[in-house]
């Protein structure tokens, strides 16, 4: 549970009614990233999300909520921003979906059916990369372009902040991996490797499954607020790293990740230069996730204190993707 | 004049020693960037300057360090770090260009004969051309690599920061630019350019003339530590809006461009899309440092306080370049 603002419900009231959604009928606080306050709000009309953002600000979020509204008018299972449909009174425009409530940036999105799948099967990780391989194609047409954040640059900058923290042999893994990753980015196989919008968090936690009848149904990813342009076959190697190992050793898992890739690649094939490189960019994910958690833990912001995950979780991640590299079996 | 860490000749002298470069003779404080101490230190071998990193530290210099000794090594003329020759009883090794001095990363390089240009020519514009076209080529076997940490990750993150400070049309137009330059990366062509390591940063004040004879003779560039790894065509764009524009209001020149460009392209011709994005990644230089500007300006560290550059002047070149985009003549 991480509320950082308050809202009543006279206050979400008229935001709701703005955007013609109905009558707000209750508003309940739910645990959420530890960068947003998240509600719950039900309406006559249906079940929504009301996110309150604490970090990002209004000039970061449009990129964020233009793509989760644009791939949810492509058929991917995102939660889809509501826009405002008459004026509200507090200074937003109709068609707006960067609202504002109690002065910080808002938005309102439709609520995902379902809960998270934390003990995923091949059929939960076959689900994950078909709906990521149909994202990244509906990605495509999107407009709007940032990179990705939490990139390479990032990882130059943050290494060496984080290197005082570490052993020696913790030292010599994460500057070794990060001279690779820089050599790796400067390959032609790398700028060969198809881009757009990708997801770069699409871990466990920010999917859903709806679990009634036989097969998983996978109702939505969420939490984009780490999206960036980057290569496809990165989120494929974030997302392998977290769907198809075993989180108590960070072993590959070859059942679920052949699952995962085999309905990939049914809706987009991968490239010559992808084949190549998804072992290295499993390593990327590894290390993006090592730095930020290091980063999380050793120099901690206020509010992330409580939260910060084990970053030695990440590092046997690296190792095993280091000493264990799989290429494609399909 | 921006000494930090006082050094006296008596510290500095059996550093120049375990380097083999002699005895020390002098030692004179001199002005330099303003995040590093300088001094000149002249041996009975030789003229050297001897710095002191104040903000990279031991975990970010080799980068830097090795670049310059690459380039050096392959006859472009940049200052060259000496290595260690023999133990200096401090903790290095021989072969070490990283030094420590007063417990700060150090380095000693040759000095430069010469002065800076501030009022170029087409002639100093043809030798900066043509000494960046045999750089870029020099450092294609370079064996370390690292992003451009002031690339576009970086203008995506600081944007939002000095939003704040900006009126209106200023902000308008930082973030149309910021937009179009995500766009521009997202570009098969923009993917296509040829990269390798970039100077980043090569402004009248990084480069040296020797003005004996007639012919202005080019006799070094230095400051490396914003290089890192781009397309070689951001270089060229950095460097034009500096070398080859009138400073009052940021117009291009066209006799020194012209003069720049095909001296380049004498050595390195440029490909069909470098063709293409010359105008964009012009832009893309002006914004680079005009957002690097507004954050010195408005978000000052302590020691960047008395030297911050007016940011008007880049955004008066980055609206000269948006309004009269000038492609190749050559």
Not at 90 to 106: C, N
Not at 293 to 312: M, N, S, V
Request: hydrophobic letters at 45%; a negative charge.
């Amino acid at each position: 549970m991480a509320v950082y603002t308050e809202v009543s419900l006279d206050e979400a009231a008229p935001l709701l009614q703005s955007l013609g959604l109905g009558q707000l009928q209750s508003i309940t606080a739910c645990a959420g990233g530890i960068e947003n306050t998240n509600y719950f709000v039900d309406t006559d009309q249906g079940r929504y999300v009301l996110t309150l953002f604490e970090r990002l600000s209004f000039a970061q979020l449009p990129f964020y909520l233009h793509l989760m509204k644009h791939l949810a008018q492509h058929g991917i299972p995102v939660p889809e921003p509501h826009a405002i449909t008459a004026a509200d009174g507090a200074g937003g425009k109709p068609g707006d979906i960067l609202l504002r409530l109690k002065g910080k940036p808002a938005a309102v999105v439709n609520r995902l059916r379902g809960r998270s799948e934390l003990a995923p099967t091949p059929a939960h990780c076959a689900a994950v990369g078909e709906t990521l391989a149909r994202m990244h194609l509906a990605g495509r047409d999107f407009d709007r372009s940032q990179p990705n954040l939490r990139g390479l640059a990032w990882w130059n900058e943050t290494v060496p902040v984080v290197l005082p923290h570490l052993d020696e042999a913790q030292s010599r893994l994460i500057r070794s991996e990060l001279a690779y990753q820089n050599h790796v980015a400067a390959s032609s196989n790398w700028h060969a490797l198809p881009r757009g919008p990708i997801h770069a968090d699409l871990f466990r936690d920010n999917v859903m499954f709806d679990s009634e009848g036989d097969a998983p149904q996978l109702t939505g990813f969420f939490d984009f607020y780490f999206a960036g342009c980057d290569t496809f076959l990165f989120d494929i190697g974030v997302s392998l790293n977290d769907w198809c190992i075993h989180l108590d050793s960070g072993a590959h898992d070859a059942a679920r990740a052949d699952a995962f890739l085999a309905a990939y690649q049914a809706v987009r094939r991968l490239s010559p230069q992808e084949r190549v490189l998804l072992p290295a960019m499993q390593r990327a994910g590894a290390l993006r996730f090592w730095i930020s958690r290091l980063w999380d833990f050793h120099l901690p912001r206020e509010a992330a204190l409580l939260q910060a995950h084990d970053p030695g979780h990440f590092e046997r991640v690296l190792r095993e993707r280091v000493a264990h590299p799989r290429g494609l079996t399909c």
